[in-house]
């Protein structure tokens, strides 16, 4: 709890990569406590309340094009850079598609952003990505396939830690 306090207590755009990090931590932090079945209460609920609304503030930083914010989360943006959309893009949507609730990956602003990130990947295939912003793009896709559409025949959600299929 000390932890979570202390975390909470940070601004997230201080924090690596425009504060994607800090709030996967959080993310990841609560989603091992409901795990355990422990009760969410004290500073894990209030890191849950927190984490629910910067995904709902997140969503709103995305462009009509799909992409997220390339000024991470401290306000709108879209830099004409196709190297900052896919590294903004994926941190934003890796944290969105591990956090949210399952019912909400239908969204379609989250859909978008699969669709924009998909697109950007195939589009510019021939591309030398750099390989943190490449390997965050695809396990954002990873973890959206695994949790909104069930993942590959024989290898279940809980191998990559997600919430089950009902979370």
């Not at 990569?17 to 422990?38: F, I, Q, T, W």
């Not at 949507?93 to 949210?100: G, H, I, K, P, Q």
């Amino acid at each position: 709890p000390r932890l979570i306090r202390e975390e909470l207590g940070q601004p997230i755009h201080s924090a690596a990569c425009g504060g994607s990090h800090r709030l996967m931590g959080l993310s990841y932090a609560v989603r091992k406590c409901e795990r355990r079945e422990l009760e969410i209460e004290g500073e894990w609920a209030r890191a849950a309340k927190y984490l629910r609304e910067y995904g709902q503030y997140t969503l709103g930083l995305q462009n009509p094009d799909g992409s997220f914010s390339t000024s991470w989360f401290a306000g709108r943006a879209q830099a004409p850079s196709l190297a900052r959309r896919l590294e903004t893009s994926g941190h934003m949507l890796e944290w969105l598609a591990f956090s949210l609730p399952r019912s909400e990956l239908n969204d379609p602003r989250v859909l978008r952003a699969v669709s924009y990130l998909n697109d950007l990947l195939w589009n510019g295939r021939q591309q030398r990505w750099g390989a943190g912003p490449l390997g965050h793009a695809l396990h954002a896709l990873v973890i959206y396939d695994q949790r909104a559409l069930g993942g590959l025949p024989g290898q279940p959600a809980a191998e990559l830690d997600l919430p089950a299929a009902g979370q």
